[in-house]
């Protein structure tokens, strides 16, 4: 903390962070901060150009941590044992992990609007039109399924999880013909740049309202499409609502979203089902992670992937509905 000046009167681990060890820190002031600790120093100028994304954001009037600056007025201390970053703390908030649901909806549409104005702007790279039959590679996924099936059959022996994944993977085999058939369809999409990693653990509320977008990635290029389905279509959201229920409050995002970002196309936010539909049935997490990272394998990660794989083949089934439904409330 000597890079800041603070003088720490009291430091808490935070359980959450997979690239970073967190922590709470309360300074003798009795100030409060929230301090990411870097595990390498690998990728410490990715990491801050994440950071700078971040304040570029905040900068714009979306809902951010801001970061602090270090006495040499740097986004990260790196001089020291281990390189951090320091943020205001964000009090009384909860993430949007176990789904969105009621005034949540739209909520969340009107800050991603927000955000993708804002980052539409962001000299990097200047939002163009790409052909959304490009947001997923089936090929590639038919190969990683193929295998992962392979890499099943050559285990000695297949536990109630194991068994339930192997099954999936070829049930997801058997439809990434589907899934090349509902991409052809797409017409082209706005690629742009995005936050990265928006996903329920990385969205903060207070109460209804978002508190804060956190975690940003380094700025680079992405289907708009796509990281509106990430949050939207997330799957706790698809099965803890009826059907219609989830589409209620999905068509409600969409509609938040166009009146805080009045230039996206409507074909952006129509064909974002279909891109959140095809993107998680072309996707093998968690599937794999038997094979590839055995030890994180737990009760959450096996019914997050039961629950993943039950949404998108639901959103598979009933997308031509459902999508004419948006349609007509967005047109």
């Known amino acids: 903390m000597r890079a800041y000046g603070l003088l720490p009167a009291e430091i808490t681990r935070i359980p959450e962070g997979t ?11 009795g100030r ?9 120093r690998e990728h410490l100028d ?3 150009t994440s950071v700078e994304l971040s304040e570029y ?10 970061a602090t600056r270090t006495r040499a007025h740097e986004l990260i201390a790196a001089h020291g044992r281990l390189p951090m970053s320091l943020w205001s703390y964000v009090p009384h908030t909860a993430t949007a ?4 649901r009621g005034a949540r909806w739209a909520a969340v549409g009107t800050e991603m609007g927000r955000l993708h104005a804002r980052l539409a702007a962001h000299p990097a790279v200047a939002p163009t039109l790409e052909p959304g039959a490009a947001v997923c590679d089936v090929a590639a996924s038919r190969d990683r399924f193929e295998r992962l099936i392979h890499a099943y059959r050559l285990m000695p022996r297949l536990g109630e999880f194991e068994t339930w994944a192997l099954q999936a993977a070829r049930e997801r085999q058997t439809i990434l013909g589907d899934v090349e058939r509902i991409l052809a369809s797409l017409p082209q999409l706005t690629v742009q740049v995005l936050h990265g990693d928006i996903a329920g653990p990385n969205l903060l509320f207070k109460h209804d309202e978002v508190a804060a977008l956190v975690d940003f990635r380094p700025p ?5 499409a796509w990281e509106i389905a990430r949050l939207g279509c997330d799957p706790k959201s698809v099965l803890d609502n009826s059907v219609e229920s989830w589409l209620t409050g999905y068509t409600e995002l969409t509609l938040a979203y166009r009146d805080a970002n009045p230039v996206a196309s409507a074909d952006d936010l129509v064909s974002s089902l279909r891109v959140g539909c095809a993107a998680m049935l072309c996707s093998a997490f968690p599937l794999s992670v038997p094979v590839e990272r055995p030890h994180i394998v737990d009760a959450a990660m096996q019914a997050y992937g039961r629950v993943r794989h039950e949404a998108a083949l639901m959103l598979l089934a009933r997308l031509p509905d459902m999508e004419e439904a948006l349609r007509d409330a967005l047109l």
Do not use: I, M, Q, S
């Not at 954001?57 to 801001?66: E, F, L």
């Open 32 to 40: 409060r901060h929230f301090a990411k600790v870097y595990r390498t």
């Open 57 to 66: 954001c905040a900068d714009g009037g979306v809902a951010t941590a801001r």
């Open 97 to 100: 992990e176990g789904g969105l």
């Open 220 to 224: 680079a290029p992405g289907y708009l």
């Open 46 to 48: 990715l990491e801050r």
């Open 19 to 29: 690239a970073t060890d967190n922590y709470a820190v309360v300074d003798r002031a």
